[in-house]
């Protein structure tokens, strides 16, 4: 029986409308002074600190926590900023499977695994009503590794449940192959789910647990049996 379900954000629970892009593309242009500067980086899957040490690399910009503090301090505010303008939503099935997990009689506990810093994640969520859903998570400011991320999660929900977990209790929900790779990581099982970038295809092609083209064609009591 899974006792932890760890949910990924962008492109499993919401799509943002291009927001934190945008907003990553904000700070390159106003904080650094490097227009265009998100143009060629690769968000699908990724850690936020990930994301921007590649920007950093590729545009010689010292890699120091000064400058990753710079980075993060605006983006929070253009996030906020652009979540507002931009035409989200919150993916087909979310709060239907939300709620069935809780009516289970015996209901795991819902985190995230996400690689969002933490504030990205709450200001998301916070915008769509969702931030409440969650009792615990791993974050992008927890470790620039979505696998460390992953043990971070486990960890933190095994906390809070005051007992060991083992890996087939845990069951990780995402839109990408970086998602069923952390999965792996912890022994969980996956549910990847072809709301994101990747066809429903593609994310079989990596054997998932199971796989949907979107969350309401998830029966609740299969993946949390």
């Known amino acids: 029986m899974v006792r932890l379900v760890l949910f990924d954000i962008d492109g499993?629970?919401?799509q943002s409308g291009g927001a934190g892009e945008q907003a990553?593309?904000?700070?390159?242009?106003?904080?650094?002074?490097?227009?265009?500067?998100?143009?060629r980086l690769r968000f699908a899957g990724r850690t936020d600190?990930?994301?921007?040490?590649?920007?950093?690399?590729?545009?010689?910009?010292?890699l120091s926590r000064d400058n990753f503090r710079r980075f993060f301090d605006s983006y929070v505010f253009w996030l906020e900023h652009l979540l507002h303008q931009t035409g989200g939503r919150i993916l087909p099935g979310v709060p239907d499977l939300l709620d069935g997990m809780r009516a289970l009689p015996e209901p795991p506990m819902i985190g995230l695994l996400t690689g969002n810093i933490r504030l990205g994640a709450q200001i998301k969520l916070t915008h769509y009503e969702l931030w409440g859903e969650f009792r615990t998570g791993g974050f992008g400011d927890d470790d620039e590794d979505r696998n460390g991320i992953a043990v971070v999660a486990r960890n933190r929900g095994s906390g809070l449940l005051q007992r060991d977990l083992l890996g087939e209790e845990v069951l990780v929900?995402?839109?990408?192959?970086?998602?069923?790779?952390?999965?792996?990581?912890i022994d969980a099982r996956v549910l990847a789910v072809a709301t994101g970038s990747y066809r429903l295809d593609q994310l079989q092609d990596h054997h998932p647990t199971w796989a949907a083209a979107n969350l309401q064609e998830v029966c609740v009591?299969?993946?949390c049996g």
């Open 12 to 14: 499993t629970l919401i």
């Open 24 to 39: 990553f593309a904000r700070v390159c242009a106003t904080e650094f002074n490097v227009p265009h500067g998100a143009d």
């Open 49 to 62: 600190p990930g994301i921007v040490r590649e920007f950093f690399q590729r545009h010689e910009i010292e």
């Open 173 to 185: 929900i995402g839109d990408t192959p970086l998602d069923i790779g952390c999965a792996r990581a």
């Open 221 to 223: 009591k299969e993946v």
